[in-house]
């Protein structure tokens, strides 16, 4: 099935980029989603890309996306202490059909801020 | 235009207790979701509605019901709870897009749920 893979933590020194990566198995994703989760708070979307793109940036944020790897990749930079939170990476599948399964999400990667 | 909402935000139930879940948009989305968090498990998606009156079940259906009599809401049931149950649900939402499938989800800031 689908799968979605990130590391847990990432420890970054206030001012210095945050790189967050995350690896999918499903080849046919369409769209692929960074959603931030602060303590205690539901998920807020940051950006998206779609799968015939490589790059994305929206003022801090960059995605890159390597497909023939399966790689998404999250820059932050300038990493603030706001930016403390947790990442998702999620994947969403073309369907037959033109189903509407929900997403599928990595573990979360926790980003820790160092002053 | 308040978006997602969900309620209650926290909740406790004792074992074999029933409750419901209620999910509300404002965006006139026709697919919604309902997911829970647990620690160490990312998001997994329990139930979802593609419009009024449809509900289908997601990866880890057991144990909930869903309806969606109206478009704007999506309740989630508990008939009977168990500890197992204990986690932080999400609703989320989304359009419908182009050639039926589903846009960007929009999730609601969740429900705390203790199964004692």
């Known amino acids: 099935g689908e799968d979605v893979e990130q590391s847990l933590f990432l420890s970054v020194r206030e001012g210095d980029s945050s790189v967050i990566n995350c690896t999918y198995t499903d080849s046919s994703s369409t769209y692929l989603y960074w959603y931030k989760q602060e303590p205690g708070a539901g998920l807020q979307l940051l950006t998206y890309i779609f799968s015939n793109m490589d790059m994305k940036q929206d003022q801090r944020l960059t995605v890159l996306l390597n497909k023939k790897d399966k790689h998404l990749s999250l820059r932050i930079a300038d990493t603030q202490t706001g930016d403390s939170a947790i990442y998702f990476c999620?994947?969403?599948?073309?369907?037959?059909?033109?189903?509407?399964?929900?997403?599928?999400f990595g573990k979360g990667t926790h980003l820790i801020i160092q002053p | 235009n308040a978006g997602v909402t969900q309620t209650p935000k926290f909740r406790v139930l004792k074992t074999g207790q029933s409750m419901t879940l209620l999910c509300a948009q404002d965006?006139?989305?026709?697919?919604m979701y309902w997911y829970r968090q647990d620690p160490g498990m990312g998001l997994r998606l329990i139930h979802y509605s593609v419009g009024e009156g449809t509900t289908a079940k997601g990866e880890v259906p057991d144990g909930y019901n869903v309806s969606r009599l109206k478009k704007q809401n999506f309740l989630l049931g508990l008939e009977s709870a168990a500890p197992s149950q204990t986690s932080v649900y999400f609703c989320?939402?989304?359009?419908?897009?182009?050639?039926?499938?589903?846009?960007?989800?929009?999730f609601g800031p969740g429900t705390r749920l203790l199964v004692l």
């Open positions: 965006m006139n989305h026709e697919y």
């Open positions: 999620a994947e969403r599948s073309m369907y037959s059909g033109g189903g509407a399964d929900g997403l599928t």
């Open positions: 989320a939402s989304s359009y419908r897009g182009r050639a039926g499938l589903q846009e960007t989800q929009y």
